[in-house]
């Protein structure tokens, strides 16, 4: 790909290939309502989320070094040892890793962004026998929106203490605690989204949009027959973008429109 898109909200990289990242150097430069610019030692950026990284502190992968940065931890170091002894081809080999331009703090930071690391990315690029696209556009914003919101909701103090200190440039906001109130706001919608879901449909929608599992792992946890999780996935996405008001029908408390969305609905 040699034209450069323009995305606002690109599928960040998380798990091995950000554990990779942090440990070529990459450190916090900016955040920006959950997505995170990490500066590479060449001057680049690569977007990455506050879920993303609390995943690699949960699992003891990365800690806080002296200098305030991510690094990796004993445990990271090891599994670093073991992905870099075997798996650096096939990393090369199977990820898509596109540019794309974010908007971070006020600024526009050049990112390069997994796109096969979101399920619904996924979907959205591949069609059916027909030609169809298997994920409708109103579906694909509604997961997205969920997961935005997901990723507010999981701002820790630890990590938004450090990331309020990182250095910005666009004059974006520096106290934790702002970033504290807007977890509790995105928590509050992500209840709410899940909870008009039912309980029937919030599980896969946590799965899919928020936990980035792919549909045959559904499957194979849920003991459900194969292609069951495309279908219930579709019809779980229908109901959520129904409440946010997304798609040529929209009704629901949180009526709004797809362009609305994309400008930047929920905040």
């Not at 960040?12 to 590479?40: I, Q, S, W």
């Amino acid at each position: 790909m040699t034209a450069r898109k323009r995305a606002k909200h690109p599928t960040p990289l998380a798990g091995d290939a950000l554990l990779l990242a942090l440990a070529d150097g990459a450190t916090a430069a900016a955040t920006h309502d959950g997505t995170v610019a990490l500066a590479r030692p060449d001057g680049r950026h690569i977007a990455t989320t506050a879920a993303a990284l609390a995943d690699l502190c949960a699992r003891g992968l990365i800690a806080i070094g002296r200098a305030g940065r991510f690094e990796p931890s004993n445990d990271g170091n090891a599994r670093l040892a073991r992905l870099t002894a075997t798996a650096q081809p096939f990393l090369a080999q199977h990820r898509t890793l596109e540019p794309a331009t974010v908007a971070i703090d006020g600024l526009d930071a050049e990112v390069l962004c997994d796109a096969d690391e979101s399920p619904l990315a996924w979907l959205a690029r591949r069609k059916d026998k027909t030609g169809r696209p298997l994920l409708a556009p109103h579906q694909f914003a509604a997961g997205e929106r969920l997961r935005a919101d997901f990723t507010r909701a999981q701002m820790t103090p630890r990590l938004t203490a450090d990331w309020g200190g990182a250095a910005t440039r666009g004059g974006g906001s520096r106290d934790p605690a702002a970033f504290a109130d807007a977890a509790v706001a995105a928590k509050e919608r992500l209840t709410t989204a899940l909870d008009t879901a039912g309980p029937e449909l919030s599980g896969v929608l946590l799965d899919v949009c928020c936990f980035l599992k792919g549909l045959e792992a559904v499957e194979r946890e849920r003991n459900w027959p194969a292609r069951t999780a495309k279908v219930v996935l579709g019809l779980a996405l229908d109901r959520l973008a129904r409440h946010y008001g997304l798609g040529s029908e929209a009704r629901g408390p949180a009526r709004g429109r797809l362009r609305a969305w994309s400008a930047g609905a929920g905040e």
